[in-house]
């Protein structure tokens, strides 16, 4: 998550200043890129090369309610089991990623990822703020349903930052599954989590109210739907905890955590090993 980095050069600078706070706010926590960038696929036109497979990838542009246009892509694969529609890490833009596109391909599936506002190739906003991004979830999430016109089950994956967007979109919109990948519980967990043991004898986080009262136990509490967790052993990002939390509390009958072993933060579906899992997943929807 590129928080770290942002949290980390405020923390050089000040930790030689006992007792100092902190302050974590939407617009420090979200990653912003300084302008929009052309949407770029080659990495995922070269891993469907080397596979020689097939696909139909269609450009997407949303105009969101701020007036600001959200861009991305659909990617049709052929026979596809299911929709999926992703809600990414902080900071992680189709154009740096969209190799991870065919991993999700390789089930098969389709796949709906809009970049975030502020974030790759979608227009930035005067100021980055987590609410916005939910309002976008689920603009996202309804497109998705329009795009693919088939009788296909639609889960929403939601990786590390992401999976607080795909819970929130599971309890407000009818979903067939959800799939939370590297999650986070509490924002507020995973800053500090992020913050270096040494730093804490120097500097107080306070993270801000719009951030702090996010739980993703919350949302999780409210949905009965089939739900997939998926976190890596060497995770120290949102460690296996964060999983094993939102696993406990939730009321669906149809749940399953898989542990990935050797697996680090947000690259779980690089592992071969987690396909089979997510195939069984799909299919007891």
């Not at 599936?109 to 976008?136: E, H």
Request: charged share 20%; glycine share 6%; hydrophobic share 40%.
């Amino acid at each position: 998550m590129v928080i770290s980095f942002r949290i980390f050069a405020v923390i050089s600078m000040l930790s030689a200043l006992a007792g100092c706070a902190i302050d974590v706010s939407s617009s420090s926590f979200l990653h912003q890129d300084n302008s929009p960038s052309t949407l770029d696929t080659t990495a995922l036109n070269q891993a469907v090369t080397e596979d020689e497979a097939a696909i139909t990838i269609t450009t997407v542009e949303l105009k969101n309610s701020q007036d600001l246009t959200l861009r991305g892509v659909a990617v049709a694969y052929p026979e596809p089991r299911v929709n999926i529609v992703l809600f990414p890490d902080n900071g992680m833009s189709i154009s740096n990623n969209s190799a991870l596109i065919h991993e999700f391909g390789k089930l098969p599936a389709n796949i709906l990822w809009v970049d975030y506002q502020g974030t790759g190739a979608s227009d930035k906003p005067g100021k980055a703020r987590m609410y916005n991004l939910k309002r976008d979830a689920l603009l996202v999430y309804d497109y998705g349903k329009e795009v693919f016109q088939n009788d296909l089950p639609t889960v929403v994956h939601g990786i590390s930052m992401g999976s607080i967007l795909a819970s929130y979109v599971a309890v407000k919109r009818d979903i067939d599954g959800l799939v939370l990948d590297s999650a986070i519980n509490k924002v507020n967990d995973v800053v500090q989590n992020m913050v270096p043991e040494w730093t804490k004898v120097f500097t107080f986080l306070q993270v801000s109210p719009e951030l702090a009262i996010i739980e993703n136990d919350d949302f999780i509490r409210q949905l009965d739907k089939p739900l997939l967790l998926i976190v890596g052993d060497k995770d120290r990002t949102t460690p296996i905890t964060f999983s094993r939390q939102l696993y406990e509390v939730s009321p669906s009958k149809d749940k399953l955590i898989y542990v990935v072993p050797g697996g680090k933060h947000n690259k779980s579906m690089t592992y071969p090993d987690v396909i089979g899992q997510y195939r069984l997943f799909l299919r007891d929807l």
